[in-house]
């Protein structure tokens, strides 16, 4: 979402910047000298090219906005299916359990496993 606000802030100062610029021609040339009427023109022409290319920018910010929240969700399906693959592996694996300390002792390794995946959990 940061690329978005990024690039939202930088169209608001382009807005801010043409107005500098109307502004700036304004107070350095007295509107009946030639030299006002190019500027004006330039001033104008660039000003129109920067309006033409904002619905192009607005839609490849939601574009890209609704690309980023894609990736994210496929990174996230992706995490969990690997983690559902291990602990399915893990199930099907025979464990001799022999005695009481063997139980526990496999007890503790799967808390241990499990406990950082728990917490990413918790993050989502």
């Given at each position: 979402?940061?690329?978005?606000?990024?690039i939202t802030?930088?169209?608001?100062?382009?807005?801010?910047?043409?107005?500098?610029?109307?502004?700036?021609?304004?107070?350095?040339?007295?509107?009946?000298?030639?030299?006002?009427?190019?500027?004006?023109?330039?001033?104008?022409?660039?000003?129109t090219r920067?309006?033409?290319?904002?619905?192009?920018?607005?839609?490849?910010?939601?574009?890209?906005?609704?690309?980023?929240?894609?990736?994210?969700?496929?990174?996230?399906?992706?995490?969990?299916?690997?983690?559902?693959?291990?602990?399915?592996?893990?199930?099907?694996?025979?464990?001799?359990?022999?005695?009481?300390?063997?139980?526990?002792?496999?007890l503790e390794?799967?808390?241990?496993?499990?406990?950082?995946?728990?917490?990413?959990?918790?993050?989502?």
């Amino acid at each position: 979402m940061c690329c978005y606000q990024a690039i939202t802030s930088s169209v608001e100062s382009r807005r801010s910047d043409a107005n500098w610029l109307r502004q700036t021609l304004n107070t350095l040339y007295p509107a009946d000298s030639a030299d006002y009427d190019r500027e004006n023109q330039l001033v104008t022409s660039l000003i129109t090219r920067y309006h033409q290319l904002l619905p192009a920018i607005e839609t490849t910010t939601s574009r890209s906005s609704v690309v980023v929240r894609c990736h994210e969700y496929k990174v996230t399906v992706e995490r969990e299916v690997h983690w559902l693959t291990e602990t399915e592996d893990r199930l099907r694996e025979d464990v001799p359990l022999d005695d009481l300390d063997s139980v526990r002792a496999l007890l503790e390794e799967q808390e241990v496993s499990l406990l950082p995946d728990m917490q990413n959990k918790q993050l989502i």
